[in-house]
């Protein structure tokens, strides 16, 4: 058995939605947060009942949303206090907190650190203030320069930015300033999203009524090739399409999603993946409160991968990792699905590039990751 286990607490509160945000959240309200988080607790006291972790110990703990600081910094303490209460942690457990650089203070990060949370990430986007407004992302370059800044006094050593590419009125010149702006603050890991635009959004809205335009592609790729150059030369490797890290720091939780290890999700629309069954919750906040107050878990879908489909999800996730996955294996795949001729035409298209018996996503294939995977699938 594979006893590394990853725990995702999703809080699905923000003070507004960015125009581009496809995620599953809620305006913050503190009476709508007291009630999620007793639902949470029954949550995590459910799965303790259940021993789904019996036998292991928690790899990672990591709080995404949402903005989990928009929450105080007890109550996310609170939440650690229940983890440990149903879980064992291992001796070196990554503890992960997601944090808008306008919901920190320095108390209230000195606290995290004190409560051994041991890593931040930042969704700082851009370090331009004019671009974070065009996305309608409330906050400004001075922000997240003052967070990092208190993250680093309050005994910080492992932090993370976020950062977007792509976005409205973004230029290549723009760009590099924003990376230069992030490697002089020294994160040991920074993940670069280029900007999709997602069905149901406000910027999705904003693109059909051409009152903003759609990301440039071309711009994109070139933008993602200036990344790699200008991160590799301050340090940092690229480990995921989207992810960059000092040796040593890569997101440990992270990489289990992509390299098929065990994770449960707890709180609306978190995924999980235990033993080979994949389960996810509802995506809605009453639905999740009302399961948990009659005690039900509020999972909404379930199912058991075959081998197949997990040799599948190998080749998939596999896909996103900087040194692919092995050729051998994605043929395979392509055989099992009678999928050959999806391959042969993923690589003459060039979304697909082979090295050394190893098969991954090229620069272009990075920016449809997502139509490589459905394809795939
Ligand atoms: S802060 Fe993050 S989760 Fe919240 S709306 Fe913006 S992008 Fe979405």
Known sequence: MNTALGLYLHIPFCRQRCHFCAFYLELHREATAEAFLRALHTELRLYEAEKIAAGRSLQSVYFGGGTPTVLKTAQLIMILAAVRKSFVLGPDCEITVEAHPGTVTAAGLSALRRADVSRLSFGAESMHDDELARIGRPGAESETIEAVTAARTAGFANINLDLMYGLPGQTVESWKRTLTAC?????????????????????????????????????????????????????????????????????????????????????????????????????????????????????QNRSVLTAQEQLRDAVIFGLRLEHGVSTSLLVTHAVNYGYEKVVDRLRASELLVEDHERTRLSAHGRLHADTVAEQLF
């Open 183 to 299: 490697c002089d603050l020294s994160p040991t890991h920074l993940s670069c999203y280029a900007l999709t635009v997602e069905d149901g959004t406000r910027l999705a809205r904003d693109v059909r009524q051409e009152t903003a335009q759609a990301p440039d592609e071309t711009l994109q790729v070139e933008m993602d090739q200036i990344a790699r150059q200008a991160l590799a030369e301050a340090g940092y490797a690229r480990y995921e399409i989207s992810n960059y890290a000092k040796p040593g720091f890569e997101c440990r939780h992270n990489l289990l999603y992509w390299t098929q290890g065990n994770y449960l999700g707890l709180g609306p629309s978190a995924q999980s993946f235990v033993d080979g069954v994949r389960f996810g919750n509802d995506a809605n906040l009453k639905a999740y409160e009302s399961a948990l107050g009659e005690g039900r878990f509020p999972i």
